[in-house]
């Protein structure tokens, strides 16, 4: 069982920063593919980044490609996702996923995910 906590949310004006983190229990974290999904307000949840588990390979949604980095420390069971030149249009509730399959970090698919936290909200404005 893993349980994760993200933080980090809030609210920022277009154009600027910030960086969630997502802390998770148990001592198998490094071996889970990490994900980061949002969802906004009337629209389907999409999944936006994703890290492995040694984070040589990362995957990116073409809408946050050269904005967003995902990272993980596996010291620290935390994963990270640092969010730069935002757009109103990233606002949402981004969640972190946990996965035990490797080959999650090539998928798209939210149902790849054994596990999911509750949320942070992220509110950009204009």
């Known amino acids: 069982q893993v349980q994760l906590v993200e933080s980090g949310g809030g609210l920022v004006q277009a154009g600027g920063s910030l960086r969630l983190s997502c802390a998770a229990s148990?001592?198998?974290?490094?071996?889970?593919?990490m994900g980061w999904s949002r969802q906004a307000p009337g629209k389907e949840r999409e999944l936006v980044a994703t890290?492995?588990?040694?984070?040589?390979?990362?995957y990116y949604v073409d809408s946050v490609k050269g904005r967003f980095t995902i990272s993980r420390d596996n010291a620290k069971n935390t994963v990270y996702l640092q969010m730069n030149s935002l757009k109103p249009e990233d606002t949402a509730v981004y969640s972190c996923?946990?996965?035990?399959?490797?080959?999650?970090?090539?998928?798209?698919?939210?149902?790849?995910?054994?596990?999911w936290g509750q949320g942070t909200q992220v509110t950009v404005s204009s």
């Open positions: 996923g946990a996965a035990k399959d490797a080959r999650t970090v090539y998928s798209s698919s939210l149902l790849d995910y054994d596990y």
């Open positions: 148990g001592r198998t974290f490094s071996v889970y593919t």
């Open positions: 890290i492995g588990w040694s984070a040589r390979t990362t």
